[in-house]
């Protein structure tokens, strides 16, 4: 399966980041600050990093990244509704209740974060990638998706309802439970210990 496309860098200026409505920045490289609980509308990232940057319980209506990596970043409980990413990376961040919800994401990778309870609901993936990442309840619901590839992720207890199923692969992750919807089973790739959680949870009383 083809992989997200990499964020392209150009050279990086070092400068102070900040929250604020049509904020615009690029070819920039923000480090350690922490605007919490604000809001802004349609900010804009293009061509920049962010590293140890926290925007706990921020909203940021209509905002749009590209060619951006986030690094050690907090945005635990952020909202970003109806958002748009494009050759991002998410690296190592805290997403714990991060709201994605109707965004659109193209050519993003999340490696080592923390997602728990992260919703992208009803969103768009597009040569989307997790890998090594808790998701531990968090929402797939009804997304539409090409090339989503998961790879040693937890998504104990994930709900993927009225999403489709097909040519997904599950089976390089790990779930005691998951919520999928039952009518779009067929072309779900999981591995055999998978399939017996998915059947228990069907209702089915497997004997040896």
């Excluded at 609901?121 to 590839?149: A, D, G, M, P």
């Amino acid at each position: 399966m083809k992989p997200p496309a990499p964020p392209q860098l150009p050279s990086l200026t070092s400068a102070d980041f900040f929250i604020e409505d049509e904020a615009f920045f690029e070819g920039q490289q923000f480090v350690l600050a922490d605007y919490s609980y604000l809001a802004a509308k349609n900010m804009i990232i293009r061509q920049s990093t962010l590293e140890k940057i926290t925007l706990h319980k921020a909203r940021l209506d209509n905002f749009e990244a590209s060619n951006v990596i986030f690094y050690n970043c907090d945005f635990s409980n952020i909202e970003w509704l109806k958002a748009s990413f494009h050759q991002v990376v998410f690296e190592q961040c805290k997403l714990t209740g991060a709201n994605f919800a109707e965004s659109y994401l193209r050519d993003c990778k999340f490696h080592d974060c923390l997602c728990d309870f992260t919703s992208f609901s009803q969103s768009n993936l597009k040569f989307v990638q997790f890998s090594q990442c808790r998701l531990t309840e968090s929402e797939f619901y009804n997304i539409k998706w090409q090339h989503l590839t998961l790879s040693q992720n937890d998504l104990t207890r994930s709900n993927w309802g009225h999403t489709s199923l097909n040519k997904l692969d599950f089976s390089q992750n790990e779930f005691q439970q998951i919520f999928l919807d039952y009518t779009a089973l067929r072309g779900l790739v999981v591995n055999p210990q998978q399939a017996l959680v998915i059947a228990t949870s069907c209702g089915l009383v497997i004997k040896d």
